[in-house]
């Protein structure tokens, strides 16, 4: 078992505390007396006057074995402690950070021996560490002088060890020992949302978590339009980059000062993007990604400073890591799914899909890892929907309909009781009810088909053909009305005609990605799927087994990784072996073009039906009933459409 | 022999030219008929075609030997060509350039194996030129996909290879074949003056050299009042090498228009400069160096890109290498002396000595290398002097006096005539004699002893003593007329006793300085000394041994190295194994600091006699003759000041 020690055993940083235990101990057949360990020495009893040593604590640094002994090393005196994951408790990170800190004492400059002050240094690492191949940056050396003559010749230095080169690099220094801690950001940069977890780079832990929009929506809101934007104006890359850079520079001040950290701490930073994010993050033109054949600048992981990035937030000298890109449209953010979810060590043949304007799909049976993406479009997150909106207070996010009566419950953000749940109506009137999100529309979809209101083939049928006066005319097909807010001057929430359409054609891809990653393994049915995204965390599995989003399986068997990417960057962040795995594993994948697969088109023109048009998910049937209505035949204005 | 080649094969640059040649060598042994090379085939009809092959050529990739042939190799198809020095023909550069270019094809973009466009560029230049562990900065990554598609997927790559650290960097991209050529800058970053060469990394033939004020003149004229300065204003370090770096980048585009080079194929950079401006250059605080013990922040050779010493003039993924700093007062300007003239390799003796405000000494005699710096202050440079000025037209720059007539000769910058030469008053009508420069002063100094017109405590006789009326009264001292230009307006041009004293205490430094190197090294005498630097250049040996203030050596083995740091800086810019031998041999060379060593100060008062108060200088007594006067004992006014 490895001590943690940032003083070098000098008895002044106590990272290496331990807690000896005495008796008899039956388990590994010896009995520990006190004698078993040497007596507090005069650097414990320093220690311990100045900074207190908690009762039954001893400094690893300084007791001495002298007989059979049994020693607790508390979680938090082990390098490679490992630190639960709060959001999904199923694995733990294990610590293994590139950057630690090294508190050391430099020997003095001499006339005779005129060695420079960082050559100095780095011998004393060497001695004392054993750090071999010390470089640091000019920012870096400028603050050499003053910091050892300050510290007087002891100074606690900051140092990462890239997980593919060797050597050291130094990235931070302090005079005296540094207590003040270590720390690191894991950055999820999506195209709405950017997301940064503030990490204590010693013990794991997450100390603040912070969202800012991405400023990009003002060139496009989705990924295509942005690619758009560079590719018309001559500096729109630029400008982009220079936006989200402007962004991810407030978002670790306000993130730093959540946590009430100095970011002159802050000396690491991971980051997972899409491709279109991650160009333009690292000041790359996307152009290349929005036509075929979606061609990345670079593909591999990449690591370099802070100042190297744009990045005026954080020490010129931090480490960057970005994960490495699995396709030009799965990214580093599906990669870092990879490394939280690890399909490449699935027990079961287990899909993950990570839903948001563009699914990323993994599937993994312990031997084989597929990848690829499917343009599933924005509906999803309920744009391209007549009532859509973002999940925001307001927004219609469950969905239940009476088979019997045709009647909705809902639910809405910011409120947890139902519709027809007593005082809904006073818990909402705030907000109000604006609107349906992406979650809400995936219910209200499924629910229409397990009322009987909507027919396999997508068709919502008419008042006269469902019994239902829920049912209104649109033009020349039939909506379901959610909610009618007008008597209180709110909105009429409905799902109409097109929103099932919109739905549909999202869900068909998704399943029909799902599929090719299938027939590329050649396997008819997956054991798992994991539903990984904020996103996917909201979603009801088996609303999303009724429309056919996913392949058949038990709906136990469908569960949610919550926010996968951000773990992923966290694991990436904390432990430089995940930097490694990673790579390998992204070079191991083997990649499903979608675009250029022609039976992409057979199975998404199959899976236009809900659920399917000739899977029978019997998974499914097992636990729910589908009612075999068909308005298609009986005509209507469906018919009528069509015709015209 | 390694060929040169640029295309890697494929004919089309040319690079790898041979001449066959055919007959009988009964030198060889062999007799080579045309058919013991293959016919020209279609790639070199096609180059003949396109650019013309001269006759008699053919492209060492596409001829093949097919039996006894005699094949010259031109040495520009030489990979490790050989270059002629031409500012000292004594020794040339091995050419092994740390950058050089490679022509690749790359394969396209594939959706099947999605693999970035750097990560299929690293892929082809591993297959093709084994090139391995290629890295690039974000600029590069962000010129990849354009320039490839230009290129049409054929692109060429300025590659760099560290001499310390395995794997490439991309440092230059072109499409197509780029035959603009590859170049690099061998600078030294003097107190004074900046000066650089621009060098062609494929020949090493200087294109053109440039020489520009350093603007840190402005916050005081030598080193010592440069730190003041820094140490007196807040920002006063920042401001200086703000202002060095600004010199710099209109160094480059004015060195860059003057050979016609485009600044974005100066890939490489090399500095040599004193240890203040070492640090000023990089943006270090020099205070320490004003202070014992003169604590460098950085000894070790530094490499970087240009980007991050902020020289916008440079490609941002440039390279820099900036030699390693033997001491706190001996600076990387010196370790370039070092590898320009190699004292651990000389086979006598030697002693270097590089003339500046600050003087450096190298005392090598193959097996060790011993280096100082002397205080020796600027007199040598024509500071401090009453009528001292730099060496620029119209400064007397060498002196003869009669010792019969005790009249001078002098010559002055600007004309090759003599004063009793005729037309000397018509050729120096227009630029004027304004004063006397280092050279200048150090032969007047040394004509006046041999003249007999100064004793060898270094005081100047009276008119009486003397019998020349050349001297005149200057309060209580006697100062020696060189020029009386106050007849047509210019000014009167004396040595004063001031000047004498002034050159004797610059020169009692430097000898001192030598004294402590050969005690070091447990010898009384030198075999060999080399005056480097400019200055070095037009310091007559005689005279300085008149002075003394070199050891007596035979005259003739005193020796000028021309600028040798900045042929040192060149050498270090063509041939990366010199860098890791200066590297090598900086480690080992023996310091001696002058400031803490009490025999210094012995060396230094022994010294003050001219030449010397008790070493014999016999090598000089064998081609001069130093009068035995003494003008102290018989009192004038020379004793009445000191009595005063």
Redesign the interface.
């Known amino acids: 078992m490895d001590l943690d020690s940032v003083c070098g055993g000098r008895g002044i940083c106590s990272k290496c505390q331990v807690a000896p235990a005495f008796g008899s101990f039956a388990k590994h057949g010896i009995t520990a007396v006190p004698d078993a360990l040497s007596d507090w020495n005069a650097v414990e009893a320093r220690y311990d006057r100045k900074r207190g040593l908690a009762a039954g604590r001893r400094l690893g640094c300084q007791a001495k074995v002298l007989g059979d002994a049994v020693i607790d090393v508390p979680p938090e005196s082990q390098v490679h402690r490992q630190v639960v994951r709060k959001d999904v408790d199923r694995r733990e990170i294990a610590m293994n950070p590139a950057t630690r800190l090294m508190y050391v004492e430099v020997p003095?400059?001499?006339?005779?021996?005129?060695?420079?002050?960082?050559?100095r240094l780095a011998r004393a690492l060497a001695d004392e560490w054993g750090v071999e191949g010390l470089s640091?940056?000019?920012t870096m050396?400028?603050r050499?002088?003053?910091v050892l003559r300050q510290g007087a010749w002891n100074v606690t230095c900051a140092l990462h060890k890239s997980h593919r080169?060797t050597g050291w690099r130094l990235t931070g220094l302090w005079p005296g020992l540094h207590e003040g801690g270590l720390f690191g950001l894991a950055v999820d940069v999506g195209s709405t949302t950017i997301a940064a977890h503030l990490t204590d780079l010693s013990t794991g832990a997450v100390l603040a978590s912070a969202g800012i929009m991405n400023p990009q929506i003002r060139f496009g809101e989705d990924l295509m339009s942005r690619v758009s934007y560079a590719m018309m104006n001559p500096d729109g890359a630029a400008e982009m980059t220079a936006a989200v850079r402007q962004a991810l520079t407030t978002l670790t001040r306000q993130i730093a000062s959540d946590a009430d950290v100095a970011t002159e701490a802050i000396l690491e930073a991971v980051f997972v993007c899409n491709p279109v994010m991650h160009h333009l993050l690292?000041?790359?033109?996307p152009?290349?990604l929005g036509q075929?054949?979606?061609?990345?600048?670079?593909?591999?992981s990449l690591s370099?400073d802070a100042?190297?990035?744009g990045l005026s937030s954080l020490p010129a000298s931090a480490r960057i890591y970005v994960l490495p890109?699995?396709?030009?449209h799965v990214g580093a953010d599906a990669a870092a799914v990879a490394l939280s979810e690890r399909p490449d060590r699935a027990e079961e043949r287990t899909l993950i899909v990570d839903v948001g304007t563009n699914a990323e799909l993994l599937l993994g049976d312990g031997t084989r890892v597929l990848a690829c993406s499917s343009p599933t479009g924005p509906a999803f997150e309920g744009a391209q929907i007549s009532s859509g909106q973002r999940a925001a207070p307001g927004a219609i996010e469950a969905v239940r309909i009476d088979p019997a009566t045709k009647a909705p419950r809902i639910r809405v953000i910011g409120c947890e009781l139902w519709s027809d749940d007593p005082g809904f109506e006073e818990a909402t009137r705030a907000a109000g009810i604006t609107g349906i999100c992406g979650s809400g529309i995936i219910e209200a979809v499924a629910e229409l088909r397990l009322a009987g209101l909507m027919d396999r083939s997508g068709l919502i049928g008419s008042p006269q053909a469902t019994g239902s006066d829920r049912v209104i005319a649109d033009g020349r097909t039939w909506s379901y009305v959610l909610h009618d807010g007008r008597a209180a001057g709110g909105p009429l929430v409905t799902v109409t005609q097109g929103d099932v359409r919109a739905i549909q054609l999202a869900k068909s891809a998704l399943y029909a990605g799902a599929r090719l990653l299938m027939d590329e393994m050649e396997i008819d049915r997956v054991d798992r799927v994991v539903l990984a995204g904020a996103f996917g965390a909201h979603i009801s599995p088996l609303h999303a087994m009724v429309l056919g989003m996913i392949p058949d399986v038990p709906p136990d068997k469908v569960t949610s990784a919550g926010n996968a990417a951000g773990t992923g960057a966290r694991i990436a962040l904390c432990n430089i072996d995940a930097r490694r795995e990673i790579e390998e594993l992204v070079g191991a994948i083997t990649?499903v073009?979608t675009?250029?697969e022609p039976r992409f088109q057979e199975h998404f023109v199959a899976a236009n039906a809900i659920p399917h048009d000739s899977a029978p998910f019997p998974e499914l049937r097992r636990v729910v009933v589908l009612p075999e209505v068909q308005f298609g035949a009986s005509g209507g204005r469906e018919r009528r459409r069509r015709r015209g």
């Open positions: 003095e400059p001499d006339m005779h021996e005129p060695a420079g002050d960082f050559e640091a940056d000019l050396l400028a050499l002088q003053p080169d690292l000041g790359l033109d152009v290349e075929a054949p979606f061609a990345l600048a670079t593909s591999g370099m100042g190297a990035l890109c699995i396709a030009g990649k073009e675009a250029i």
